[in-house]
């Protein structure tokens, strides 16, 4: 690097032009200083509100995105199913692959303003019998990924008690868990699925084998889950336990 050499004249002669200067000018440097500062300070302030509104708007839109889209899958799933001819069939590909893409980028965008952002989610809760809800949502996803090469061991063990949950966003966190076993798993080990209850919490456990050949995941969707099922008064946890992935989520038995 290079070295400065300051002579000590230069420096009697530099405090001789501060002194002279006097308290005005530091005073009048001290007064832009600070209105530099609040002028950031303002502008982060506003920068924030503009963050919050927009990811209201995102989350939101997100949300509302997400139902049309997921009906519209099922229905090009139908179609697909009752089409002979070639040339639809590949339109109707085209179409799915669309809507798989429409689908994880609303979901992608969601997710990062939930997480990032600093806001509530408006939740709707409604009390629904634990065992008949959650065995069923988990049914779906079992007999799913069954029909992709999937292994199941379960043991759905719950009985009785209600909850109290949105629907929609306890259906994201299942669905979420699902995805990143169906991206995640190695499909030669089998995938256990487990329901219990302490008498005052619900558990649901899934755990599997985590594939040697795959990136790791993003934490986002972890964060997302964890966020949901917190507004919830439940918890979301994730951990590595012997060469395998264990999602658990946790949720209230509510009140009678």
Known sequence: GMSVVVDAADVDVA????????EDEITAL?????????????????????????????????????TPLTVTMGYLDILDAQTEDESSKEYIDICKENTVKLKKLSD?????????????????????????????????????????????????????GEICVDMTYFGRVIDNIFSNVNKYADKTSPVNVRTYSDGDKVFIEVSNGISTNIAESSEIGIKTCQKIMEQMGGRFTTQKQNGRFVATVVLPIAEK
């Not at 982060?44 to 708007?57: C, F, I, P, V, Y």
């Open 15 to 22: 405090l001789e032009i501060l002194r002279a200067a006097g």
């Open 30 to 66: 001290a007064e832009d200083v600070n209105s530099m500062r609040n002028s950031v300070v303002d502008n982060m302030t506003k920068g924030q509100q503009a963050w919050e509104a927009n990811a209201g708007l995102i989350t939101a839109m997100s949300h509302d995105i997400r």
């Open 108 to 160: 992608d965008m969601f997710q990062y303003f939930l997480v990032f952002g600093k806001r509530e989610i408006q939740l709707t809760f409604d009390s629904y019998p634990a065992q008949d809800v959650i065995h069923h949502m988990l049914d779906e996803y079992i007999i799913l990924l069954t029909e992709n090469g999937y292994r199941f061991e379960n043991s759905l063990e719950l009985e009785g």
